[in-house]
């Protein structure tokens, strides 16, 4: 069975989506979607390759809780960057955890 090729470009000339970026942005989702361990191990890639990319903000990109991310990546071995280095990156920290305890309705 030979699939059909379908590039991002096909579905903007159908007036399907506005930008081939919407395209990826959607399909990337739900791959994410059905695919949790992907999510998961890119989250924890992009924490060991990505100095910039807090504790926090790895558990968000994981779709885990902040304890969750610190347990798996200390099961993987790998170092945890604890702590923010600036008063900019620790609002952020809080604003991701404000979002995620939205999300999930935790008072």
């Not at 979607?33 to 989250?43: D, E, H, M, S």
């Not at 100095?51 to 170092?79: C, D, H, W, Y």
């Not at 990156?89 to 309705?105: G, L, S, T």
């Amino acid at each position: 069975m030979q699939l059909l090729s379908i590039k991002p470009q096909d579905l903007v000339v159908a007036n399907l989506y506005p930008t081939e970026e919407a395209v990826l942005q959607d399909a990337l989702r739900y791959l994410f979607q059905y695919r949790p361990n992907l999510q998961l191990n890119f989250a924890v890639y992009r924490y060991q390759h990505d100095e910039e990319l807090t504790l926090a903000k790895a558990a968000n990109l994981a779709g885990v809780s902040f304890e969750q991310m610190k347990e798996i990546l200390t099961q993987r071995g790998v170092p945890l960057r604890l702590g923010p280095t600036s008063v900019a990156e620790a609002q952020a920290e809080i604003e991701i955890m404000e979002r995620w305890f939205d999300e999930k309705n935790i008072d």
